[in-house]
């Protein structure tokens, strides 16, 4: 992901950021720096690893932990710019004994302030496991990162590979998911940082931020009429939809080249910071896969955990098939998706575009998940499965004739939004040009929501 549109300019840098009013650890000799400091108009906790001095010492991770543990209590995100060629093995068990250390004091800060981490240079073994801890990461161009490098790789392969295609930015970026984002240079990540973190309340103690804006949360969107295609398999840009309803028609997209059959992003609607969640009709048709789960699965919990509403654009005509995917876990990985919408306590909005079927209507957010507000498009098709496919199973022997006749009539009388509304799964059907409007009231009605939560230690989620 390039800079965001919108993207703060005057964000601070690792190199001219606003010098840290308080300093951690700052007599104790290694590679981390740390202490809190500004970037943009946000206070964080940082730390940041200096120098040509790259395999880090136990004290080293434990500067790291202390920042976790500052960033935790006072309730400010901790933000890392980090480059490691892992535990200096010159200290043997005690280094690793410290990275676990700090892998502790970062996971502590999960869902209590957001984590994010700045790859601006390698980052390998142990300490890139922190990667996959992060909220947020963001790779610098030349940057890579994976725990077993590729002279391992080779010797239990017997294949070369190089660093950049083992775990190049733009790997992690597009094949395994790590990257939130891209950036040409440390300056641009701490921009895209900034962006970020302005839909992001400080912890979770503090609801999401308000931006006042002077784009009428009743505004028309008459240009939506126009997006879905009259064919039912014609194809478009869920991006252009998420961008009429969102104000001054800004969006922050996140993981956009890892499966991009669903989009995440984070955008402000009437005001409110939301996270949005889109079948993406252009990529697949829109249906849900493994890595399309776990994106959405991620994404709904980050903003469940920091007090951000959700929005989701619904297109989808189900799971996608396969032996490979299903050999690989499609169950466990599409539950992930459903067991993050049902435990999800934030306001959340859904808006049926066309397609919604079978499991695939059930986990993107539906009435039985617990959504708030439930509206859809007139084009909207909620159902079982599509006509074609409800034919076959129920009338094997029609002849061509018939089953067209048999297609006409399922999609008259079942694939409509009309039905669903009858019986309580759709509450409102609207003019595709009222969806901003029809939005920012529901976020205005659900501003004040909120869940009594069960006791219990932790949920079981389907990893």
């Known amino acids: 992901m390039a800079a965001p549109t919108g993207a703060h300019p005057a964000a601070a840098t ?17 590679a ?83 984590t994010v981490l700045v790859v601006t240079g390698p980052v390998v073994s142990g300490p890139a496991l922190m990667l996959g801890i992060a909220d947020i990461v963001v790779m610098v161009d030349e940057s890579y990162a994976f725990v077993s490098g590729p002279a391992m790789v080779e010797q239990f392969t017997g294949l070369p590979i190089e660093h950049d295609t083992l775990g190049g930015a733009s790997i992690h970026s597009s094949k395994s998911g790590v990257a939130t984002a891209i950036a040409p240079d440390a300056d641009a990540a701490v921009d895209i940082v900034d962006e970020l973190l302005s839909y992001l309340p400080a912890s979770n103690a503090d609801l999401a931020p308000f931006r006042p804006t002077l784009d009428p949360g009743q505004r028309r969107c008459p240009e939506l009429h126009e997006v879905v295609p009259v064919s039912a398999t014609g194809s478009y840009d869920v ?14 997209e996140l993981r956009a080249a890892w499966a991009a059959n669903l989009v995440t992003a984070f955008a402000n609607v009437g005001g409110h910071a939301v996270g949005i969640v889109a079948n993406q009709p252009q990529v697949l048709a829109g249906t849900l896969d493994i890595a399309a789960s776990q994106k959405g699965a991620r994404f709904v919990s980050l903003c469940d955990a920091f007090n951000v509403p959700i929005i989701t654009l619904v297109d989808t005509p189900g799971f996608q098939p396969g032996k490979d995917l299903e050999w690989r876990g499609m169950i466990r990985h599409g539950a992930e998706l459903a067991f993050a919408y049902a435990r999800a306590t934030v306001p959340r909005v859904s808006v049926t575009l066309r397609k919604s079927y079978g499991g695939a209507y059930i986990v993107m957010d539906s ?21 074609k496919g409800a034919v076959e199973i129920l009338h094997r022997r029609a002849t061509d004739d018939e089953r067209a006749e048999l297609e006409a009539d ?24 009222d969806t901003r409007h029809k939005v920012v009231d529901a976020l205005d009605l659900l501003a004040t929501k909120a869940e009594r939560l069960p006791r219990r230690r932790h949920d079981n989620s389907p990893l």
């Open 14 to 30: 690792p190199s001219d950021s606003t010098p840290s009013s308080i300093e951690l650890r700052a007599g104790v000799d290694g």
């Open 32 to 114: 981390v720096r740390s202490g809190v400091r500004t970037i943009g108009d946000r206070a964080v906790v940082s730390f940041t690893i200096v120098g040509d001095l790259r395999a880090l010492s136990q004290a080293d991770a434990f500067t790291i932990s202390a920042a976790c543990e500052l960033a935790r209590t006072q309730g400010q995100p901790v933000v890392g710019f980090v480059q490691s060629t892992g535990a200096d093995v010159r200290e043997g068990i005690t280094a690793a004994h410290g990275w676990g250390t700090a892998a502790r004091a970062m996971i502590r800060c999960s869902g209590i302030v957001p």
């Open 239 to 252: 991006r252009d939809v998420m961008a009429s309803i969102a104000d001054d028609g800004v969006v922050t």
């Open 367 to 387: 009435k039985p998940m617990g959504n708030d507000i439930a509206i859809a498009w007139p084009t909207a098709e909620i159902a079982v499965m599509g006509a």
């Open 410 to 433: 399922y999609e008259s009388r079942l694939l409509n939004p009309y039905l669903a509304a009858e019986r309580g799964a759709i509450d409102m059907v609207i003019d595709p040009a």
